[in-house]
């Protein structure tokens, strides 16, 4: 009953959540809670809620984008979607979601663990704090969720149930259509750029090799419907600690090609690296943080690539999962072939959705905080410059570049040049 629909704010919190079993239980008392909205992203209000027993986070959907304001009505829906994909994500990646404590569809409310001492990824990356262990845990994140949500793993009675119902998050998977792959390649009204970058933002609107990439992996996220996607794996989704790492924000979720969330968080870990020298006190100190947001996304991809194979080996029970055409011949090889085959497309495509990741984060609606927090305007530009040369190269090169190393050298040459 959406009629009911009202948005939280922090003072009436305690009196309309206050009844609920599961927050009285954790909280304790509601007279005795302490509310505050720490919200940072570009669509929810975010609450934390914390009471003499424990502490929890109520997420809601506002019905408007809240980067733009009330101008961009946006459906409530998504927080249905959400927390469905992260029930899922949660099963086949346990332990790396938040707990989730309940959902209220008619308040598009979500209440969720409260991850403390964790700290959102790009915030602890602006630290300079290393999290040893964040790229074994993504990578072993991505191989899990993309391959047990895959026609690899899935039954298909299953598997087409799931498309169905998350081909009704479509406002959101249009958010993303226009605002990665259409809107930093034109005069769009939402885009916006750092002062000094007219000339590259006008290039990039009048490179032919450059917008032909961004219809190809438009084409790519529209038409390959492969597994559930997290669908916004930038490092703002990511919460850790150097133990534990967790996903959150997943409700642009839909199902797409397994390479967006890959490029997508390996091009958030490339563009910290290209902001450091803004915020290390020296250069020497800013390569040595890039080096390791560069081996992160090595350790990345490797383990992905590796616990995908491991999965690929034990779990392929679905619909695509079976060999017997070539086992029939004793031809064991060909699921090997195959396996290279599928992820050397995963990773073609894992780049050329990074370099477009890159791209609209710069010339797009949507900034990232290691930018947008530089002051000094000139730097700015020219540390943004220097990524959206990398984001342009993966894009036309992606069949080109072998390796995560290839990819990582590429990343350092450009930061440093
Ligand atoms: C209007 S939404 C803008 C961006 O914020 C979200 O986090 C997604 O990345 C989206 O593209
Ligand atoms: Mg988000």
């Not at 799931?162 to 005069?187: M, R």
Request: aromatic content about 8%.
């Amino acid at each position: 009953d959406r009629t009911a629909y009202l948005a939280l704010d922090a003072e009436s919190l305690p009196h309309r959540l206050g009844g609920r079993p599961e927050l009285l239980d954790r909280l304790g008392p509601a007279d005795a809670w302490q509310v505050r909205e720490v919200g940072d992203g570009n669509l929810n209000l975010v609450f934390i809620v914390e009471g003499p027993k424990g502490s929890v986070v109520v997420k809601q959907a506002l019905p408007y984008a809240r980067v733009v304001g009330e101008s961009w009505p946006m459906s409530l829906d998504r927080a249905f979607f959400e927390h469905e994909a992260l029930s899922r994500l949660g099963t086949r990646d346990p332990g790396r979601t938040p707990e989730l404590l309940f959902f209220d569809p008619a308040q598009a409310m979500l209440a969720m663990e409260h991850l403390t001492p964790h700290k959102v990824v790009r915030r602890a990356f602006m630290a300079g704090e290393e999290l040893p262990l964040l790229g074994t845990h993504l990578g072993l994140y991505l191989a899990r969720t993309l391959f047990r949500g895959s026609d690899w793993c899935m039954p298909t009675l299953a598997r087409k149930a799931d498309l169905a119902l998350f081909a009704g998050n479509a406002e959101l998977a249009g958010i993303t259509e226009e605002l990665v792959f259409s809107d930093p390649f034109k005069a769009a009204p939402l885009n916006r750029h750092t002062p000094g970058l007219e000339d590259i933002a006008s290039a990039f609107r009048a490179d032919r090799p450059l917008k032909l990439a961004a219809v190809e992996m438009k084409a790519r996220f529209c038409t390959c419907a492969e597994t559930l996607l997290h669908g916004d794996l930038h490092t703002g989704s990511v919460m850790a600690t150097p133990t534990d790492t967790r996903v959150i924000d997943a409700e642009f979720a839909l199902y797409g090609p397994m390479g967006f969330d890959v490029g997508v968080c390996l091009a958030n870990l490339w563009m910290a690296a290209f902001a450091q020298e803004a915020h290390r006190a020296d250069a020497r100190a800013a390569g040595s943080y890039s080096a390791f947001l560069l081996a992160t996304a090595g350790t990345l991809w490797r383990t992905f690539e590796a616990d995908f194979s491991r999965l690929w080996a034990h779990e392929r029970t679905g619909i695509l999962g079976g060999f017997d055409l070539f086992e029939a011949q004793g031809d064991e090889g060909g699921a090997t072939v195959a396996l290279t085959t599928h992820l050397t497309g995963v990773w073609q495509d894992a780049l050329g959705f990074a370099g477009m990741e890159i791209i609209r984060r710069i010339l797009g609606l949507a900034h990232i905080a290691e930018f947008e927090t530089i002051a000094d305007v000139v730097l700015r530009a020219r540390l943004e410059r220097r990524a959206l040369g990398f984001g342009r190269h993966l894009a036309l090169n992606r069949w080109q570049i072998p390796s995560i190393e290839a990819a990582n050298l590429l990343a350092e040459t450009e930061r440093t040049r």
